[in-house]
């Protein structure tokens, strides 16, 4: 069963517009979310995790359990965010391993 | 620090060859990890080790072999190429292998492999 749902494969916006990438997950106690983000042929990088409650690059994602999702925004797009998005958990019976969603590609249009 | 390092980058392989992808780390790191990348199905993890002489598998396991005999080094063996095995491969690694709250995981360039 997929634990890490990213509904988007892609999703493409105008410069200066807002950004939603969406994220769901599945796990009956407490989990660790991520985001990571990977541009072209670059490697995985850590973006934020909700348990910084930080925000990096203009980004935040705040984790809502009742929906139990951890949608990671922005309020105004950038073409240098243009990359591919990854969502990742993990839980305690999880040990040290994370689940990854599908991703998803931002495109950001001039 | 060069922080983890695959090698090779670049690969092409016949069905039924076998090979191995190299990783190393030079972070002193407990954890590490092989996960494959494919698209419309994201990360998904291979084989991971929480220390040296420790491995266990992950989701998808099976066609490839682990060991780590050092901290530093985690290889992971193709033991018989197949065209399904064609992916993109990221190494990772993480300080603490107990938990990941406040243990960023590090992720090696990748290695992109082609089976023919």
């Known amino acids: 069963a997929q634990r890490v749902t990213q509904p988007e494969k892609l999703l493409s916006v105008f410069k200066g517009a807002p950004v939603e990438l969406k994220c769901n997950y599945s796990?009956?106690?407490?989990?660790?979310l991520f985001w990571y983000v990977q541009y072209s042929r670059q490697r995985l990088q850590l973006l934020l995790r909700?348990?910084s409650r930080e925000s990096i690059k203009g980004f935040t994602a705040d984790l809502n359990k009742g929906e139990t999702s951890f949608h990671l925004k922005k309020p105004f797009a950038q073409e240098e965010d243009s990359a591919m998005y990854y969502c990742?958990?993990?839980?305690?019976?999880?040990?040290?391993?994370?689940?990854f969603g599908a991703g998803t590609i931002l495109r950001v249009k001039s | 620090n060069a922080g983890v390092t695959q090698t090779p980058k670049f690969q092409v392989l016949k069905t039924g060859q076998s090979m191995t992808l190299q990783c190393a780390q030079d972070?002193?790191?407990?954890?590490m990890s092989w996960y494959r990348q494919d698209p419309g199905m994201g990360l998904r993890l291979i084989h991971y080790?929480?220390?040296?002489?420790?491995?266990d598998q992950g989701e998808v396991p099976n066609g490839y072999n682990v060991s780590r005999s050092t901290t530093e080094d985690f290889p992971l063996r193709l033991l018989s190429a197949a065209p399904s095995q064609t992916s993109v491969y990221f190494c990772?690694?993480?300080?603490?292998?107990?938990?990941?709250?406040?243990?960023?995981?590090?992720f090696g360039e990748g290695s992109w492999l082609t089976v023919v």
């Open positions: 990772a690694s993480s300080y603490r292998a107990t938990k990941l709250v406040g243990n960023t995981i590090y």
């Open positions: 796990y009956s106690g407490s989990p660790e």
């Open positions: 909700h348990i």
């Open positions: 990742a958990f993990s839980g305690r019976k999880y040990g040290n391993k994370l689940v």
């Open positions: 972070m002193n790191h407990e954890y």
């Open positions: 080790s929480v220390g040296a002489g420790i491995t």
